[in-house]
Each structure stands twice: as C-alpha cells, then as structure tokens.
C-alpha cells in the first residue's frame, strides 16, 4: 500500500473519531465518580499568538499548569473544553457558520496549548472560556476498569465529564 493511501486512511480514521456527536457515547450513571487530580476554572485567554497561512490564520496561547506532568502527557489523559455564551464544547471541535474555526488542543509537560485555525475573523476567540480536566494514568486505568475506555473519555460532554470526573 503506498505512503499516500496509508496517509488518507488515517487522516480518515482520525476525522471519523472527531466528528462523532458527543451524544453517542451515553453516560454510565451505575459507575461510581472518579476523583481526577484537577480540572482549571473556567478561563478568558487575552494573549494570542498568530500566524497567517495561505487559507487560515492559527491562533495558539499556553496555560501552565504543573498538574499536567510527564506520567499525565504519556499515560493519562488531559480533555478540555471551550465555552461561549451558553454553547460548550468539547475539544477539538469543528465550528462552522459565520466563524469557520478549527478548535484543538495538545498538552506537554506543565502546559496545555490552545489551538484554533481560523478561516474568517474569529470574533469569538477573545469571548470564548476554556477549562480541561487531568486524568492521572491510575485514574484512567480505573476508568478504563469500570468500561471507559480513552476514546469514550474524549467524546464525553461536558455534562457527563463533569459527573464522571468529580473534584
């Protein structure tokens, strides 16, 4: 199989994860809550760093946060979510309409990075709150015992993630 079709199948496989309704993935209410190490307040990001691509302009600001460790980036689990006005969203996110936007996130040791590659002005993105919540690798292990499994964990939405993951 060439380079090509292999890059097509997992550009494929990574879309068909992301676009799945939060919806799809039902909350287990018999399982007992999972205390998870931390989860952020609700933030504004006032600090944006752009650049301008050819079809879109990338904004990106860092949140530190010493909680993400090592053992959280290659064992655990980080899910983060933004809200504006009464809308929230679990990342990453397509948002289309008159603000065509792609939302995402990655984490690294103590820092969680904010993504959002923009196809018009985004007049959102200094509205818009963000909060994630850290899944150490023992609490997702005991998740993944009581049947979550990483993939259900990250289609959760926000309403269930914050019954399942408790602080």
Same mark, same amino acid.
């Given at each position: 199989?060439?380079?090509?079709?292999?890059?097509?199948?997992?550009?494929?496989?990574?879309?068909?994860?992301? =676009?799945?309704?939060?919806?799809?993935?039902?909350?287990?209410?018999?399982?007992?809550?999972?205390?998870?190490?931390?989860?952020?307040?609700?933030?504004?990001?006032?600090?944006?760093?752009?650049?301008?691509?050819?079809?879109?302009?990338?904004?990106? *600001?860092?949140?530190?946060?010493?909680?993400?460790?090592?053992?959280?980036?290659?064992?655990?689990?980080?899910?983060?979510?933004?809200?504006?006005?009464? *809308?929230?969203?679990?990342?990453?996110?397509?948002? *289309?309409?008159?603000?065509?936007?792609?939302?995402?996130?990655?984490?690294?040791?103590? =820092?969680?990075?904010?993504?959002?590659?923009?196809?018009?002005?985004?007049?959102?993105?200094? =509205?818009?709150?963000?909060?994630?919540?850290?899944?150490?690798?023992?609490?997702?292990?005991?998740?993944?015992?009581?049947?979550?499994?990483?993939?259900?964990?990250?289609?959760?939405?926000?309403?269930?993630?914050?019954?399942?993951?408790?602080?």
């Amino acid at each position: 199989m060439s380079k090509h079709k292999l890059t097509i199948i997992g550009f494929s496989l990574v879309f068909l994860i992301t =676009s799945c309704r939060k919806n799809d993935v039902p909350y287990n209410e018999t399982a007992d809550n999972i205390e998870v190490s931390k989860s952020s307040d609700w933030k504004l990001i006032a600090n944006w760093a752009s650049e301008k691509n050819e079809k879109f302009s990338t904004f990106t *600001s860092a949140i530190e946060d010493g909680n993400i460790t090592t053992d959280v980036v290659s064992k655990g689990l980080v899910l983060a979510f933004t809200k504006s006005g009464n *809308s929230i969203n679990a990342l990453p996110y397509q948002q *289309s309409g008159g603000n065509d936007a792609y939302w995402y996130y990655q984490v690294s040791p103590s =820092s969680i990075t904010f993504l959002i590659d923009a196809y018009k002005e985004n007049k959102t993105l200094k =509205s818009t709150e963000f909060k994630y919540f850290i899944v150490t690798p023992d609490q997702l292990k005991d998740l993944e015992t009581k049947g979550y499994s990483r993939i259900e964990l990250m289609l959760l939405t926000y309403e269930d993630a914050v019954a399942l993951l408790k602080k």
